[in-house]
């Protein structure tokens, strides 16, 4: 394959963050020492852009939840972020927060990205994931079990939206009888 054609393959994709897996199958490139040679090279000459270990953008303009899902394998956009999209808090908050296998604080370029480390049997469980222009996203009623697994006394401006029934249904793969006593207790305060 001609070297011009890799980096049109690249942008042929729809991510706008690429992990050196996904670069890998993009190119059909099997040989690691190849793949990641030829990566390099794309990336003195600025073709990509070398976000982190193993994580390049296109160019300046990517998503940065996509980056953000992208460092960590599973992770998705969780607490605060999500919650905030849902309009369950009002607080707005500059960094992205993530569930994944790490608790880590990550600065790249101009964002900060806060992983909480949530159990593997919760993280693996799609439950309450939407996918969204190539990252996943936890629904409000995962976004809110997943906040209150790790913080029990949590705040929330706006509980309106919640489907409880649903809570409780995703509840169960947190394994966790203390979360369901304090579902029905966020349920019995803020559901009217």
Same mark, same amino acid.
């Given at each position: 394959?001609? &070297? ?8 042929? +994709? *729809? $991510? ?8 890998? %199958? ?9 793949? %990641?040679?030829?990566?390099?090279? =794309?990336? $003195?000459?600025?073709? %990509?852009? !070398? ?29 605060? &972020?999500?919650? !905030? ?9 500059? *960094? ?5 296998? =790490?608790?880590?604080?990550? $600065?790249?370029?101009?964002? /900060?990205?806060?992983?909480?480390? /949530?159990? +593997? +049997? ?12 190539? =990252? +996943? /996203? ?17 705040? @929330?401006?706006? %509980? ?5 029934? !649903?809570? @409780? ?24």
């Amino acid at each position: 394959m001609a &070297t011009d054609n890799l980096i049109a393959k690249l942008y042929e +994709s *729809p $991510k706008t963050i690429l992990t050196i897996k996904d670069i890998a %199958l993009i190119w059909q490139e099997t040989n690691n020492a190849n793949l %990641l040679s030829k990566v390099k090279y =794309y990336a $003195k000459q600025g073709s %990509l852009i !070398r976000l982190t270990r193993g994580v390049f953008a296109k160019n300046k303009e990517y998503e940065a939840k996509e980056l953000a899902t992208s460092i960590y394998t599973p992770s998705y956009i969780s607490f605060e &972020t999500a919650l !905030r999209e849902a309009g369950i808090i009002f607080q707005h908050q500059d *960094p992205i927060f993530v569930a994944g296998p =790490y608790s880590i604080t990550k $600065k790249i370029d101009d964002k /900060i990205i806060i992983f909480r480390k /949530i159990k +593997s +049997s919760v993280l693996y469980s799609s439950d309450g994931i939407r996918n969204e222009k190539n =990252y +996943s /996203i936890a629904t409000p009623e995962r976004a809110f079990l997943d906040t209150i697994y790790l913080a029990p006394k949590f705040y @929330f401006d706006n %509980l309106r939206s919640i489907d409880w029934e !649903r809570c @409780f249904e995703l509840a169960k793969i947190y394994d966790n009888k203390q979360l369901i006593r304090r579902v029905a207790q966020y349920q019995k305060k803020y559901a009217q």
